[in-house]
């Protein structure tokens, strides 16, 4: 039996290929097999074929428990949905109480075993072995991947059944354990949508998803996983600052264990007695809770119908979800903005192929003072510039004829280095900057751009803030943090208690790396609802510009194009709007599916809406 990529079970006319050293089966969709020919090795981790499907092969009769364990490692790298081959290599109790959901350990490599000769001989009735490795990442029970690093060794028990004389094992390590080739064949990451709790579009007043990355089974019906797991609720990282629209208790209902669109790509969702008395409004925002968790899953979801029991609760369908939710940002902005070789505030139409920037209207792009750095409103109609000595920070409409340019925030830092970072706008028209002045460091916050600075409480912050960038959910803040000579990109969750409404509380909290790889983060942007861009090193390694996940794992798909002396990087949301850098060429572009250009020598700063 083979699965077709949603999940379901088939047969196909594809002949098994037994690769008897590893211990799985390779069934390659239909693709026809050979007849004649030399026999030649199997890539234990095929990538390149998405209908490929390993299935593990049951312990042989009489196996020896080297044999037994490394069965049942490769077991646990198949696309057995339930690992019910797996199982066949643990005792009858083990089986019971072996938990593989529970977690899933990453390996630099495949877990090595190493012989344990005080626990036991093969002529015996018992036997030990230590898987080794090295760790580089761990999924817990909800799902949530998270960057890991150390040596891992855990013992393995065997014992041999008293009845059948078969080596089986007894005593085994918590979940899940494989090499990272494995885990990036097995698994894919889905971002599973929440709201908002304290904020909302500045523009719609709507409310706002969030972006919650989690890992699912490629193979194992993802579409079903993810749902199931939106059900389930936002992961612990998140939950302080997010909430579902699913009523508390809500599940598929009893009996449903695979969910498909029809041939219209219309998915239907029947849901427990707890969504039964929902009210329109909020099931449509249930409903899209799905369809952005669904968007990029395949085959592809157009439209969502929730029913509970006999009973149609609501559909939506994706060309009405944006009268509903908000999601990243909510248009295509309309202008690159940068600074000209004389530090002047302009821009450039965004798409435009042209290279002639025209002076951003206002007093802040008309005006004669000269910025290091800028920053512009989501809904385009404000900006923020950091003067030439980094020592002011100015706000200003961008039309013509307006009132001047207000100061707005002063640091007192006495080099340079020591004062204003550039700042960035948050999806509720608030404007955060870091003062770097090592007598009094702070992250602030604008509330509408201005007003008396909030400071931003930062606890388990340990370092100095080089860079800040908000997310467009309003939720999530990525930060380049510099200690010991070594710059990182850590992502926080901002948290904010308005209980006093003039003063409120705002937090940056658990911050986390996204980048753990790299040593010197030289610049970053935000790419996506999960996703940024960024610049850096590793350790003794070259620059390089690479895309992350906010949980610090690696997307899908190509790195940008290699681009040497990156000084500054900006991203939208949109994945059809260039990237663009400013380097050692000046200001250049990334059009998808081309090579960077040049835009304009002179120039630098280059910012999208944000």
Request: net charge negative; with cysteine; proline share 7%.
């Amino acid at each position: 039996m083979g699965a077709d990529r949603d999940g379901g079970s088939r047969r196909t006319p594809g002949r098994a290929v037994a690769y008897a050293a590893c211990g799985v089966v390779l069934l390659a969709g239909c693709a026809s097999m050979p007849d004649s020919g030399d026999l030649r090795g199997v890539e234990s981790t095929p990538r390149q074929d998405t209908q490929l499907r390993v299935f593990a092969m049951p312990p042989s009769k009489d196996a020896p428990p080297s044999a037994i364990v490394q069965g049942f490692l490769e077991a646990l790298t198949s696309d057995d949905p339930n690992y019910s081959t797996a199982r066949q290599y643990l005792t009858g109790q083990a089986a019971k109480v072996w938990r593989p959901e529970q977690s899933t350990t990453v390996l630099a490599d495949g877990p090595g075993t190493e012989a344990d000769r005080s626990g036991g001989r093969e002529d015996g009735a018992e036997f030990s072995f230590t898987l080794t490795g090295t760790k580089v990442a761990a999924v817990d029970a909800q799902q949530a991947y998270a960057p890991a690093s150390g040596p891992y060794n855990q013992p393995v028990h065997l014992t041999k059944d008293k009845k059948t004389r078969q080596w089986r094992i007894d005593a085994l390590p918590p979940g899940v354990v494989m090499g990272k080739s494995d885990f990036q064949r097995n698994y894919m990451s889905v971002n599973k949508y929440y709201f908002a709790s304290n904020t909302t579009a500045a523009s719609s007043a709507q409310p706002m998803a969030v972006a919650d990355p989690v890992f699912v089974r490629r193979r194992v019906d993802p579409m079903t996983q993810a749902v199931v797991s939106l059900l389930k609720g936002p992961t612990t990282w998140l939950r302080q600052v997010v909430r579902s629209s699913f009523p508390t208790g809500t599940q598929l209902e009893k009996g449903v264990t695979s969910l498909t669109p029809d041939d219209r790509s219309k998915l239907t969702v029947p849901l427990n007695d707890k969504a039964a008395r929902i009210g329109e409004s909020r099931c449509d925002e249930m409903a899209a809770q799905l369809l952005f968790t669904l968007q990029n899953l395949t085959p592809a979801v157009d439209e969502v119908t929730l029913r509970a029991g006999d009973k149609q609760l609501c559909s939506l369908a994706e060309d009405r979800v944006a009268d509903v939710a908000a999601r990243g940002a909510t248009q295509r902005p309309a202008y690159l903005y940068f600074l000209d070789g004389e530090h002047r505030f302009v821009r450039i139409a965004s798409g435009s192929s042209g290279t002639k920037a025209q002076r951003v209207p206002g007093a802040l792009g008309e005006g004669d003072k000269a910025l290091r750095s800028v920053a512009v409103s989501r809904d385009e109609q404000s900006a923020a510039g950091v003067g030439l000595d980094g020592k002011a920070l100015y706000v200003g409409a961008t039309v013509s004829g307006g009132p001047d340019e207000e100061l707005v925030l002063r640091s007192q830092g006495k080099a340079e280095t020591d004062r204003l970072t550039q700042p960035s706008w948050d999806a509720q028209g608030d404007l955060w900057v870091a003062d770097r002045d090592p007598k009094h460091p702070r992250l602030v916050v604008l509330r509408q751009g201005g007003g008396e600075p909030l400071e931003v409480r930062t606890p388990g912050l340990d370092g100095r803030i080089n860079a800040v960038r908000l997310a467009a959910d309003g939720v999530r803040i990525a930060l380049v943090v510099e200690k010991g000579g070594k710059q990182s990109l850590l992502i926080g969750r901002i948290e904010r208690d308005e209980k006093d409404a003039e003063r409120p509380v705002i937090s940056v909290l658990e911050l986390r790396s996204a980048a753990p790889e790299l040593e010197e983060v030289t610049t970053m942007s935000w790419a996506g609802d999960s996703r940024l861009v960024v610049v850096g090193q590793e350790q003794g390694g070259v620059q390089q510009m690479r895309y992350v996940q906010v949980d610090g794992s690696t997307p899908e798909g190509p790195a940008p194009a290699a681009l040497t002396g990156v000084q500054e990087i900006a991203a939208s949301d949109d994945d059809q709007v260039p990237l663009v850098a400013y380097s050692l060429d000046g200001i250049v572009r990334l059009p998808s599916g081309e090579q960077w250009q040049k835009m304009v020598k002179e120039g630098s700063g280059p910012v999208y809406p944000g």
